[in-house]
């Protein structure tokens, strides 16, 4: 399975709208591949706050229709990253996007943790509350979003449901780079599951973003890493490995914690 990571730059003076073109057309260009991923909020910023409101969409908005149509136009998967969503009933959501390779959305995931500590996206906008997985013809991606990261009971439950590839769109901040690497190779150890992290370059609202998006196999290896600008990172993945792992070491196998009910102390 070919997988390509646009690792796109978000510049604050690009308009949105020259930015979807643009992204639609970097995607175009990977039709060689099987599946092709954007990072989180590449429309707005995931640092630009303020803009959250102003340029959020109807899930099936501009985003949507030019996504869709550059998936067919490539015949990919494309995991379309994430944009702000506005439900009907006024709430945002930060919205993840999947589509087949005809243009169809097969998925939509509402990022379940929100980052900003009683700020930001953690005050404005909600919270999803369902894991998201899909069946393709090569692998099950289970679905994730930046911050979602930081908590691996999020990926145990995505494993459960048949999980073997984790795409991890991500906005992520250049101080913290190192935390972006050391867990984006936890959580594929301890999954025994690929791991596919597409971030962003440039500057959102004054935050430098870390880029270097990763693929990292069962086994926690990198199999390859981008730089800090825009570019586009392409692996040849053999997704059959994420069930070999498995076998070849059975440590999920193994999981008590969170199967059964704690006992009670009498």
Known sequence: MRASLIQIAVDEDEPVDSRRLRAAALVREQSGADLVVLPELWTTGAFAFEEFGRAAEPLEGPTHEAMAKAASDAGVWLHAGSLPERDPDGTLYNTSLLFSPSGERAAAYRKIHRFGFDKGEAVLMGAGRDLVTVRLPQTTLGLATCYDLRFPELFRGLVDAGA???????????????????????????????????????????????????????????????????????????????????????????????????????
């Not at 301890?190 to 004054?206: D, I, K, P, R, S």
């Not at 069962?218 to 040849?236: F, I, K, N, R, S």
Request: hydrophobic fraction near 40%; charged fraction near 25%; aromatic fraction near 4%.
């Open 164 to 266: 073997e590839t984790l795409v991890i769109p991500a906005g992520w901040p250049e101080r913290r780079r190192a935390h972006w690497t050391l867990l984006a190779r936890a959580r594929a150890v301890e999954n025994q599951a690929f791991v596919l992290a597409c971030g962003t370059a440039g500057t959102h609202a004054g935050v430098p973003q870390a880029g270097h998006s990763i693929v990292v196999d069962p086994w926690g290896e990198v199999l390859a890493e981008a730089g800090p600008g825009e570019e586009v990172l392409t692996v040849d993945l053999d997704p059959a490995r994420a069930g070999a792992t498995r076998e070849q070491f059975p440590a999920l196998k193994d999981r008590v914690l969170g199967l059964e009910p704690p006992r009670r102390q009498p």
